[in-house]
């Protein structure tokens, strides 16, 4: 009995504190903007399409990765997919933080609605 209490109270632990976050609550992280500047608004346009599909792609992993562990066992979520690593936050924030500079710096070199 005392040995169930402490499974119980153990994944309880795990199922509070380590579910991963939907990709829509993830902040972008501060990125060092200096790679965006210098490329033509060209150059530009494909490296947001580039980072726009990696963050489709990985936003969908993410988000299946919270639901999974947001399944509960017996009541108490159990972060599965966090447990074995399939956790993406760190990049959606790297990604999103990159997309926001490049948007910046397409700003600031005037690219027209030819390159939106």
């Known amino acids: 009995m ?4 402490r499974c ?3 994944a309880l632990a795990f199922g509070l504190g380590a579910c ?3 990709t ?4 972008a992280a501060v990125v060092d903007p200096s790679p965006f500047i210098g490329p ?3 150059q ?6 580039a980072r726009s599909r ?3 792609f990985s936003g969908l ?3 299946q990765t919270s639901e999974d562990d947001a399944t509960r066992t017996i009541g108490v979520p159990t972060p599965m997919g966090t447990i074995f690593g399939r956790d993406r936050e760190a990049e959606i924030a790297r990604l999103k933080g990159e997309l926001r500079a490049l948007n910046a710096q397409m700003s600031e070199m005037n690219c027209g609605p030819d390159y939106r």
């Open 40 to 42: 033509t608004c060209s």
């Open 24 to 27: 829509r609550d993830i902040p």
């Open 8 to 10: 119980a109270l153990l």
């Open 20 to 22: 991963a976050e939907r």
């Open 61 to 63: 992993a993410q988000d």
């Open 2 to 5: 005392i040995r169930a209490a």
């Open 54 to 56: 990696a963050l489709i």
């Open 44 to 49: 530009l346009v494909a490296a947001r399409a």
